[in-house]
T-cell receptor
Framework: DADVTQTPRNRITKTGKRIMLECSQTKGHDRMYWYRQDPGLGLRLIYYSFDVKDINKGEISDGYSVSRQAQAKFSLSLESAIPNQTALYFC???????????FGPGTRLTVL | GENVEQHPSTLSVQEGDSAVIKCTYSDSASNYFPWYKQELGKGPQLIIDIRSNVGEKKDQRIAVTLNKTAKHFSLHITETQPEDSAVYFCAASIGDTGGFKTIFGAGTRLFVKA
């Protein structure tokens, strides 16, 4: 089984809808991240969390919110989706004391 | 702000040839440089990394070099195989900070022709 899972894998929605993307991990890592990937722009950090009570904004947090429900779960929400939020979204985890990040398979989100 | 430039954006090589991808970074505080490989439909996976106290690191057919003075680092893949075809991302980070200061390059799409 995959160590970092994301649901859904694909989602098509309409402008103005609320969307939640979920991430679960079995790696036992404290650190979790949400990234957005756009063609030609690489990966950009949206939010990150170092433990259940810790939430931090990344480079591009506007229009997004997150919830760290447990050590193993980190959800990303788009309160009112807009077309320029169409992108590939990745969740990642990292262990304390290491710099390596482990990515999930991604969620392709399309906002019409 | 801080950035990482990656070149080329697309690279096509013949099977068995070498491939080189180059990155430059702007934050002189960066001291950890990972490389990720992203296959179609999957998330990025770490393939090799290097820290600023090392100039070169090799793992079988892949190697990474770092020139800290020039703020350049490169990925070298020798004896390329079709399964090396993927998108490769470089990144620059300040180590031991939990990764939130990781800046990724835009990616290089590598095609290995059989």
């Amino acid at each position: 089984d995959a160590d970092v899972t994301q649901t859904p894998r694909n989602r098509i929605t309409k402008t103005g809808k609320r969307i939640m993307l979920e991430c679960s991990q079995t790696k036992g890592h404290d650190r979790m991240y949400w990234y957005r990937q756009d063609p030609g722009l690489g990966l950009r950090l949206i939010y990150y969390s170092f433990d259940v009570k810790d939430i931090n904004k990344g480079e591009i947090s506007d229009g997004y919110s997150v919830s760290r429900q447990a050590q193993a779960k980190f959800s990303l929400s788009l309160e009112s989706a807009i077309p320029n939020q169409t992108a590939l979204y990745f969740c990642a985890t990292g262990g304390y004391g290491t710099d390596t990040q482990y990515f999930g398979p991604g969620t392709r989100l399309t906002v019409l | 702000g801080e950035n990482v430039e990656q070149h080329p954006s697309t690279l096509s090589v013949q099977e068995g040839d070498s491939a080189v991808i180059k990155c430059t970074y702007s934050d002189s505080a960066s001291n950890y440089f990972p490389w990720y490989k992203q296959e179609l439909g999957k998330g990025p996976q770490l393939i090799i990394d290097i820290r600023s106290n090392v100039g070169e690191k090799k793992d079988q057919r892949i190697a990474v070099t770092l020139n800290k003075t020039a703020k350049h680092f490169s990925l070298h893949i020798t004896e390329t195989q079709p399964e090396d075809s993927a998108v490769y991302f470089c990144a620059a980070s300040i180590g031991d900070t939990g990764g939130f200061k990781t800046i990724f390059g835009a990616g290089t799409r590598l095609f290995v022709k059989a």
